[in-house]
């Protein structure tokens, strides 16, 4: 009986100091984690172009369930495609998006296909496909949270995200 509860003993006393111990390193993580290393994360150099705040690059809208690149869509990525050529060590990651009719998984593929022809056309022009990755969100993050025509529209995009400078 004796050997039993020594034993408890030891076992309640290693699960508390391993208790403490993840306690304390998650309190470290977040005092290193200052205001200026948070401001730094989303500064306006790794922002995203739906912002405006993503060194220049644009956002490139589509048609109603289309994913072909019209002359301003082409226009829009050549300009694109001129800054990554400029910024040698700059990567992106092209999100796909879409408006909130269609299902999800058909939002999903098609944001897809968004994507991948923004990037296709970026190789086209000279940038690096590993420089390039590409996501869909589908429907799931609209630009404009409106019902109609005009919020659609924003919406049926493919948005620059700096992943790397």
Sequence with gaps: MKTASRLLTVLV????????GACAQKKTATETTTPEATNADISSDLADSDSG?????????????SSV??????????HNASIL?????????????????????????????????????????????????TISYGKEKPVD??????????NRRANFRITEK
């Design 145 to 154: 949270q409106g019902h109609d025509d005009s919020a659609w529209s924003k």
């Design 53 to 65: 705040k993503a060194m220049g690059l644009e956002t490139v809208h589509y048609a109603y369930d």
């Design 85 to 133: 050529k400029d910024k040698t060590n700059l990567k992106v990651q092209i999100e796909g998006h879409c408006d909130e009719r269609g299902g999800i998984q058909y939002n999903i593929a098609l944001g897809e296909r968004r994507a991948n022809a923004a990037k296709a056309f970026m190789v086209d022009q000279g940038v690096g496909a590993d420089r390039v990755s």
């Design 69 to 78: 690149l019209d002359g301003s869509a082409k226009s829009t990525l050549k």
């Design 13 to 20: 006393a290693l699960v508390f100091a391993f208790a403490m």
